[in-house]
């Protein structure tokens, strides 16, 4: 998880901040690597679905790390903070019924040049397989080529802008201007 955290914190911010939007937060394991990353200067907001993810997460605590429980098409459209440098999808993109409509809420709250970024520690053949098992639970596979990353953003002002299909799994959208 340090060298996720590490890889998402990499682009050096201009007023030395990196906002960072952690989907599907959990507890907040990664949320709080994301300060230690960045040299104590990523400001981010955890969201689960899950209350007692979410509370966990808060008492766990974290600086620079605040949590809220939603789903994130909700968050998005609620939003009206500074927008963020990366919102991240770690180990839960198979899992959301809709991965058009989540990278849409994606790209509204990140800035210019922003990333949506999916990761799984486990890569895509893991996800895959957990799909055969009960789509019901995991609805999606994650893109294995960027036509298929393409095909996810149709419309929308995200440009695939890296894959490593291997294990751990990275995909990457840069938000057009």
């Not at 709080?32 to 689960?48: C, L, N, T, W």
């Amino acid at each position: 998880l340090d060298a996720l955290a590490a890889r998402v914190c990499a682009p050096s911010m201009a007023d030395g901040i990196f906002r960072i939007l952690d989907v599907g937060a959990g507890t907040g394991c990664l949320s709080r690597r994301y300060g230690a990353a960045a040299s104590g200067r990523a400001v981010v907001q955890g969201v689960d679905l899950s209350e007692n993810m979410v509370a966990a997460a808060r008492e766990k605590g974290g600086t620079g790390v605040s949590y809220a429980c939603a789903e994130v098409v909700d968050f998005a459209a609620d939003y009206s903070g500074e927008p963020f440098d990366a919102v991240v999808f770690n180990a839960c993109f198979g899992n959301v019924h809709s991965q058009s409509d989540v990278l849409a809420a994606a790209a509204s709250v990140l800035r210019p040049e922003g990333r949506a970024i999916v990761t799984h520690p486990l890569g895509a053949d893991f996800v895959d397989e957990l799909r055969a098992q009960d789509e019901s639970v995991v609805p999606a596979g994650l893109p294995r080529s960027t036509d298929e990353m393409r095909a996810l953003v149709g419309g929308v002002a995200l440009e695939p802008a890296e894959l490593d299909d291997t294990i751990p799994y990275y995909s990457e959208w840069e938000r057009s201007s």
